[in-house]
Each structure stands twice: as structure tokens, then as C-alpha cells.
């Protein structure tokens, strides 16, 4: 009897340290690194040296040092934009939208997904109630499961997923 009590306090103790240590950032980070310096003349080519130093970098840390002045809020803010004109031009099937924000490939899946759509004589109608979220690579912790599987009902829905009739 007194060894489950032993188990239990060693399984309490390890899930504790478990808990208090993942998630956490340990030592350096690729975003911690310092932003490379731009060229103040947008006719000067950087430098080979440069260029490969860049090419090392991942992720925040790469677009910082290819343009110093990054601005992620703004970044997202543009994002959100474009991910809610794509969403509302594809579920009225407007291409003219489309094309200049897509790529060459994409587009031609939203074509015939467009053209299908048509076809079967459907219409779609796209809402955002909450904005969507761009952060959803970075805090996976805090992420809503609904029971029973889902899309959450205050997060914008995938077009495909809106059929009208």
C-alpha cells in the first residue's frame, strides 16, 4: 500500500516538472537574432557575405534581416485582409478578385471548383463573424476542442463548408 503512495508522488513530481517546463523558450532563439543592417539605397546589392548569412536564418528572423524595418502586425494585419477577400471572392465565385491574389496553380483548383460549383447549380455565401485568427501556428496550447469534432462556430468557416442553395 505505502509503495502506490511512493508512485504517486514520483509520477506527481515528474508530470509537475514535465508541466512547468514545456512550452517554455530556452536559450537563443532564431527570432532573437539581431536584424541585419538594409541599405539605406534601394540601387545597392547586398553583398555576397550578407546574402549568405540571410540564407542561414528561419522563419522572423530571415524577414527581419532581409528588410530591417518588418513590421509583423502589419504583415498579419494584410494577411487577414487577403485571406478574407480570397474566402468572400471565392464563395461568389468572383475570379477577377481572384486572379491577382493567387498563384497560377491555386488558381486554376479555385477555377474548377468554381466552375463544379456552377455546374450543380449551387451558391455560396461567406461570413466573418469573428476575424480569423493569425496566430493559430503559434499558440497550439490554447486551442478549443469542441466535442463531438467541428469547426467552432465563432471562427469564419472554409468556403467549401458554406453551401447555399
Avoid at 51 to 69: E, K, N
Avoid at 89 to 96: C, H, S, T, V
Avoid at 101 to 115: G, K, P, Q, S, Y
Avoid at 133 to 147: A, F, L, M
Wanted: charged fraction near 25%; glycine fraction near 10%.
Amino acid at each position: 500500500m505505502i509503495e502506490w503512495f511512493i508512485w504517486a508522488a514520483l509520477a506527481a513530481v515528474v508530470l509537475y516538472q514535465l508541466y512547468a517546463t514545456l512550452g517554455r523558450r530556452v536559450g537563443r532563439q532564431p527570432e532573437d537574432a539581431a536584424p541585419a543592417r538594409v541599405p539605406s539605397s534601394p540601387s545597392v546589392e547586398p553583398s555576397v557575405p550578407e546574402t549568405a548569412a540571410a540564407a542561414q536564418l528561419t522563419g522572423l528572423a530571415a524577414l527581419r534581416a532581409r528588410q530591417g524595418d518588418f513590421d509583423v502586425a502589419h504583415f498579419l494585419s494584410g494577411a487577414r485582409q487577403a485571406y478574407e477577400m480570397i474566402v468572400k471572392a471565392f464563395a461568389l465565385g468572383d475570379r477577377e478578385t481572384l486572379k491577382p491574389l493567387l498563384a497560377d496553380d491555386v488558381m486554376a483548383n479555385f477555377e474548377a471548383a468554381i466552375v463544379a460549383r456552377e455546374a450543380e447549380g449551387r451558391t455560396e455565401k461567406a461570413e466573418f463573424l469573428v476575424p480569423p485568427r493569425t496566430d493559430s501556428g503559434i499558440r497550439q496550447r490554447g486551442r478549443r476542442h469542441r466535442p463531438g469534432g467541428g469547426a467552432d462556430p465563432r471562427r469564419g468557416a472554409h468556403p467549401l463548408d458554406q453551401r447555399g442553395g
